[in-house]
Structure formats: C-alpha cells, structure tokens
C-alpha cells in the first residue's frame, strides 16, 4: 500500500508559521504565504497537506479559515487535513465547510470520552484523532492542556471507533532529530490507521515510520525550508 506524505502548513495570523517553546512565530519560508507554500508542495507531488490553525490552537480563535478556504481553492486536487485544537463539532464542522477533508479531533478533546466518542460518531469517518505525546502521557499544546495515561485511552478510542491516529511526538516537534519510531510502534499495535508526526525530516526518517507501522507521516520545517527532497519522497512513497 502507498505511503503519504504530508506538507505541514502552519498558519498564524493568516501568514506562516512555526511551534516554538515560547508559542507560534511567523517564519519566512515562501514569503509567509500560506497559498504560496501550498501551490509549491503540490507542484512537487502533493496528494495531502497537513494545515494547521495555530491561532485557533494557542488562542481558541479559527481566525484562519478564509485562509484554508483559500488553499482549498488555489489545490484543488489536493486534500487538506486540518488541526489546531478543533475539540468540538462545531468546529469540526467549520473547517470542513472551508474545504478540509479530514480534521485531527485534537488531544484536549480526549478528556470528555462521552464527547469525544459522539463527535466521532458524527464525523463519519472524517476526522482522525489527534495523540500528543511526551514521557508516555498524552499531552496538548495551546490553551488546552491534558494529561491522560497513552494505553488507556488508546483502548477505548479504538472501541469507540476511532478512524486513526495522528500520533506526535512533542519532544521531538522542529528538532529535527528524527522520529519516535518506538512510540509509533507502539501506537501501531492498537491496529488501526497512523500518522507520524515529529521530527520528520528525511527519506530515512519516513523509512523508519513507515518500518515501524505507520502509513502516513507529516513533514513540516523540512518541507518547508526546503531540507527535504519532495518530489523524490513523494516518489519514494508512490513506489
């Protein structure tokens, strides 16, 4: 089965950005156009990009949905996975309406499991569960914060119906220092879909992912600093 990969686009205040330990940044990449990082991956090979709304995850505005409802429209034959705290349907709702095809249900939403196995209902397979993780605990950045034990949860998400995860490693976010394989491994067992997140930034890191059982992984500073080849990872994972 094809693997994929997934250009990150992080957006704050409508210009990119970047995660940093102190909040977002706006970076220069592409002259901080968000479009302009989108109509780049997609002329490299891009089938998904990976949005992120980091206004809405670091201050609980969606400031940025005219701005994913522009990607939507200038890649058209690109599907867009949204994130950036969307804990709610009505959010959810709100990004897909702007041209998502997939949203991440993000961390913090894991602490309600009545909610979250009802919005997850509701999605209908359109959202996919986002997994912050650090020292074997979920974990959310932003204004949201949670604690919950990994396994647990995990156990019922997946009796709950979670379509799969977006598994990231918080420790290893920007660092460049190559993935958690151990931790996407571990996630892998549960039997359900995975997306590597965290410190992606080489065809070797993607091997390492792919090895370890995910089918999906999200590249972001590497993408957009231009560290790693796109069109030949794209390739790479067509093969």
Do not use: C, K
């Not at 990976?50 to 939507?72: K, Q, R």
């Not at 909610?115 to 569960?129: D, E, N, P």
């Not at 996630?187 to 091997?207: E, F, K, Y």
């Amino acid at each position: 089965m094809p693997f994929t990969v997934l250009p990150a686009i992080d957006i704050v205040g409508g210009r990119l950005g970047a995660s940093t330990s102190s909040g977002p940044v706006p970076i220069d990449a592409f002259a901080g156009d968000p479009v302009e990082a989108a109509h780049a991956f997609a002329e490299a090979g891009a089938s998904w990009l990976h949005v992120v709304d980091m206004d809405l995850a670091f201050s609980g505005s969606p400031s940025n949905l005219e701005v994913v409802a522009s990607i939507a429209e200038a890649v058209p034959d690109v599907r867009l996975e949204v994130a950036g705290g969307i804990a709610t349907t009505e959010l959810a709702e709100l990004y897909l309406h702007a041209g998502a095809a997939r949203f991440v249900l993000a961390s913090a939403a894991l602490v309600d499991e009545a909610a979250a196995t009802a919005l997850l209902a509701a999605a209908r397979g359109r959202g996919v569960v986002g997994i912050e993780e650090q020292d074997g605990r979920i974990r959310g950045r932003g204004i949201a914060r949670v604690d919950l034990d990994l396994m647990s949860t995990l156990g019922w998400l997946s009796t709950a119906g979670a379509p799969g995860f977006l598994v990231t490693s918080l420790a290893r976010v920007g660092s460049g220092g190559g993935p958690d394989v151990a931790l996407i491994r571990r996630v892998a067992r549960v039997g359900l879909p995975v997306i590597a997140a965290g410190g992606i930034g080489s065809l070797q890191d993607l091997r390492a992912v792919r090895d370890a059982g995910a089918g999906a992984a999200v590249v972001g500073r590497a993408a957009l600093l231009g560290d790693l080849d796109l069109p030949a990872a794209f390739a790479w994972a067509a093969a």
